[in-house]
């Protein structure tokens, strides 16, 4: 297993829609876990982190799966401006410090 | 600062030319990172740098790439006689001490080697 796998996409969905993206990782050690939102031609800003089993915040939830070795993230209610990149980020198993980010899922809102 | 500072925010430059890339991370951030990311893909981990550590270079693709964090603040990025291959946007990234609590980004310098 890669150590950050996720459906590249993309999701196009209508405003108001419910979507949610997956993603896979190969160090089971990971403590926490991020995901990322990258517009285009822009850097990558911190979303969510996910400590425990989940984390929620307003319309986005994201939630954890140890024994299965996945995370989501769960977008309620899109809107235009949740169009973007969103990436998938966990601890290096090689590394104290290091974070492998996923090659990200695309997602496009759609009036 | 109030966030990480990176300069240029475009070069271009020739080919065989030696390129400096800064980083200025956030006040107290102990830990520093470099990426790059070139057209359409993801991110591409470089060096890290924590505190007075040795950096992890594990990612530096070869020989010409080096970095050096200077009274553990300001970060510069080093690519001797570049290549085509190394165009891509190079980010940087600062943390309070370790991943744990996320990266925050610096807007990246876009490199551009003709």
């Known amino acids: 297993r890669k150590e950050v796998e996720q459906d590249p996409g993309p999701f196009n969905v209508p405003e108001g829609a419910t979507v949610a993206f997956n993603c896979t990782y190969s160090n089971s050690a990971s403590q926490s876990f991020f995901w990322y939102r990258q517009d285009c031609r822009k850097e990558p800003k911190l979303l969510m982190s996910?400590?425990?089993s989940g984390n929620e915040d307003g319309r986005f939830t994201a939630q954890l799966n140890r024994a299965s070795q996945y995370i989501s993230l769960l977008i309620r209610d899109s809107k235009l401006s949740d169009s973007a990149t969103y990436l998938c980020v966990v601890p290096y198993g090689g590394s104290q410090g290091n974070l492998i980010f996923g090659k990200g899922t695309k997602l496009s809102v759609k009036p | 600062g109030a966030g990480v500072s990176q300069s240029p925010s475009n070069k271009v430059t020739e080919k065989g030319k030696d390129v400096e890339l800064r980083c200025d991370p956030i006040s107290g951030h102990t830990a520093l990172y470099w990426y790059r990311q070139s057209l359409g893909q993801g991110l591409e981990f470089l060096i890290y740098f924590q505190g007075n550590s040795a950096p992890d270079k594990s990612g530096l693709p070869s020989d010409r790439f080096s970095a050096e964090r200077t009274g553990g603040s300001v970060s510069t990025l080093t690519i001797q006689r570049t290549q085509q291959e190394d165009s891509a946007v190079y980010l940087c990234?600062?943390?309070?001490?370790?991943?744990?609590?996320?990266?925050?980004f610096g807007s990246g310098t876009r490199l551009t080697v003709v």
């Open positions: 996910v400590y425990s």
């Open positions: 990234a600062s943390s309070e001490d370790s991943y744990f609590y996320g990266y925050t």
